[in-house]
């Protein structure tokens, strides 16, 4: 019966270690969720503004820019994957992964952004071209997403690519996310006419045509930040939603060996007075 005791003691014990560890992460988790919304919800707006003023310009090529069409022939599409470093964080990286599979051809060429998503691809003999891009990683660094996003820029010029595609995780609320893709190159988007724009169009100080590879370099660097950005978001969304449960499965668990425990505990002493009772009485 000790025994049976001491085991329930110790898995009591082992429990409320995990508990402790799993509200840690929650709680870092919750402010690095506080911050990375704030940070989201500021960025967000001057990255919608960027891709209307893309639009416009679009809209108003006359000679239509190839950057605004898919490179003709029979060429792979690039897909940069945005997975993250660190597990523990629910179904974020699975969900990525079975998105990537209904996407990405045998033929596609994968660049790989998480330690999660390497892994992943590095070990799955369906995916035979991944590009590892020396620098680029899931930091926040603007310097490193100009460079590599001017890279892609040129390979795209060069017909390298027939598209260049991101998949990351949407943000949609706080326990809410999902897999999702946004097409970097060609630009792809919808223009919607001002009112009166057939009276009154939109002025240009150069011809829309010349004024496109000029904000072109920035217009790609902030869809790349903000989907970064909104990436890491739903990472820690979800593992602080995954901590959260975790800590109530620990807490059901906790009730249930104190229950068990009490209940052996109350059984050895039963008996040990009953085996003292009867040592008495002979």
Request: hydrophobic fraction near 35%; charged fraction near 25%; aromatic fraction near 10%.
């Amino acid at each position: 019966m000790s025994q049976g005791l001491n085991k329930t003691k110790h898995r009591i014990k082992s429990v409320q270690s995990t508990r402790k560890i799993t509200k840690a992460m929650q709680l870092i988790a919750t402010a690095k969720v506080k911050k990375l919304l704030n940070a989201y919800e500021d960025y967000k707006d001057y990255a919608n503004e960027y891709r209307e003023l893309m639009g416009v310009l679009c809209a108003h090529d006359t000679q239509e820019t190839h950057y605004a069409k898919e490179n003709e022939g029979n060429l792979p599409t690039l897909y940069i994957v945005i997975s993250s470093d660190l597990g523990l964080c629910g179904a974020y990286n699975s969900n990525i992964f079975k998105f990537c599979r209904e996407m990405i051809q045998e033929d596609d060429y994968v660049i790989p952004l998480g330690t999660k998503a390497t892994n992943h691809f590095r070990a799955n003999p369906r995916y035979n071209n991944i590009i590892d891009v020396d620098g680029f990683d899931l930091s926040l660094d603007m310097d490193k997403i100009y460079k590599i996003v001017d890279t892609i820029k040129k390979e795209f010029n060069e017909k390298k690519w027939k598209k260049v595609t991101i998949i990351y995780t949407e943000y949609i609320n706080s326990i809410s996310n999902s897999p999702n893709a946004v097409q970097l190159l060609p630009i792809t988007m919808d223009y919607r006419k001002w009112e009166n724009e057939d009276y009154a169009p939109p002025l240009f100080d150069q011809d829309p045509h010349v004024l496109i590879p000029q904000f072109l370099p920035n217009y790609l660097s902030s869809i790349m930040y903000a989907k970064l950005l909104e990436s890491q978001l739903s990472e820690q969304a979800s593992r602080r939603t995954a901590m959260d449960n975790a800590n109530d499965n620990a807490d059901e668990l906790l009730d249930k060996l104190t229950i068990e425990y009490n209940k052996a505990r109350q059984s050895a002493i039963t008996q040990e007075i009953t085996e003292v009772v009867s040592g008495a009485e002979c």
